[in-house]
């Protein structure tokens, strides 16, 4: 169980609640605890036209969700963003974006980008796509090999080479694997990284002692938490078929997310907010990005993140053993 406790704003009564707000590590941007993930609306998990993806994106501004988290591997999304960016100023948005080094999942996705030149290309190239002049951070995105981007002339590089000219004002990683994580770490380079499906309430590896948490903390390094939901079997929708959606497949997992929703079901808690302010109690993590397919779901999210869950729910949630 982490240790504190985020202070979860209360929401005005008919109307989502501010969203909480923490230093991205020594990026010192102000981000959302809960980011834009674009694939939401990329049509990855279902068709999202561009009217109605703008009308999210700007909905969400209004929220306060003004962090998007954006690859080129969500689909159309970076597309549509664009579309939606045109009216809003740079300045109120925080762009995170992807080098993209692992298979090829759109059309949109160029070849793979393993030199410093390939790498710049890649990224101006997005630039231009998303219609800006800079982006807040840019993160590697799931090398299969750590060498060759750390090497000189590598991937890494680039992105240097981009933050130097003011084109990418942070660099950072987004991987699963942990030793991956201390060989980027390793390198004092790192401003911002993202983990995937290390700290949600199914399992908290990320958080172990001399783990991968402690030493971004200790480098003040940013850090992203993907799957805080697992890909939507925490949402307290019906199991199956959120699993189907998501294209989540362990069935270890599927059984403790149909016990954890049966218990929330039974105390009338909302096990979407059990699974958003579990991480949100995790203070070395500073962001959750979710992607919000529509504005019904960025709405419920916002509700999740900003209403108060009842006194000793952890205590009673740890002693149920799910």
């Not at 009217?51 to 969500?74: K, M, P, S, T």
């Not at 100023?89 to 059309?107: M, T």
């Not at 680039?158 to 994580?181: E, S, T």
Request: aromatic letters at 6%; one cysteine or more.
């Amino acid at each position: 169980m982490p240790p504190t406790n985020a202070g979860v704003a209360s929401p005005a009564a008919g109307a989502p609640g501010t969203v909480p707000r923490r230093r991205w590590g020594r990026s010192e941007l102000s981000i959302p605890v809960i980011p834009f993930g674009t694939q939401g609306f990329g049509n990855m998990f279902g068709p999202v036209a561009d009217d109605e993806a703008v009308r999210l994106i700007h909905r969400a501004i209004e929220l306060g969700v003004n962090h998007f988290d954006c690859a080129r591997c969500y689909g159309d999304s970076m597309r549509k963003l664009a579309l939606a960016l045109k009216s809003v100023p740079r300045e109120q948005v925080i762009i995170s974006g992807r080098l993209c080094l692992h298979r090829i999942r759109s059309e949109l996705q160029r070849e793979l980008a393993p030199t410093a030149e390939d790498a710049i290309r890649d990224v101006e190239d997005q630039l231009a796509l998303l219609g800006i002049d800079y982006f807040d951070a840019v993160l590697v995105h799931d090398p299969a090999d750590m060498g060759p981007v750390l090497a000189p002339g590598g991937a890494l590089e680039g992105l240097l080479r981009l933050k130097a000219r003011g084109l990418v004002r942070n660099v950072g990683f987004g991987m699963r694997p942990h030793d991956f994580h201390w060989q980027a770490l390793a390198t004092g380079e790192v401003d911002v990284m993202l983990t995937f499906n290390d700290y949600n309430l199914l399992r908290q590896s990320a958080a172990e002692p001399g783990g991968i948490l402690e030493e971004a903390a200790r480098r003040d390094v940013g850090v992203l938490n993907g799957f805080a939901i697992v890909r939507g079997i925490l949402t307290g929708v019906d199991v199956d078929e959120a699993a189907r959606r998501g294209r989540w497949t362990n069935q270890e997992d599927i059984a403790r997310a149909k016990r954890m929703r049966a218990w929330a079901m039974e105390r009338g808690v909302s096990l979407l907010a059990l699974a958003l302010q579990f991480c949100l109690r995790e203070q070395r993590i500073h962001g959750n990005p979710l992607g919000n397919q529509n504005i019904a779901e960025l709405e419920q999210n916002v509700a999740a993140v900003t209403t108060p869950l009842p006194e000793n729910i952890w205590e009673e949630f740890a002693a149920a053993g799910l």
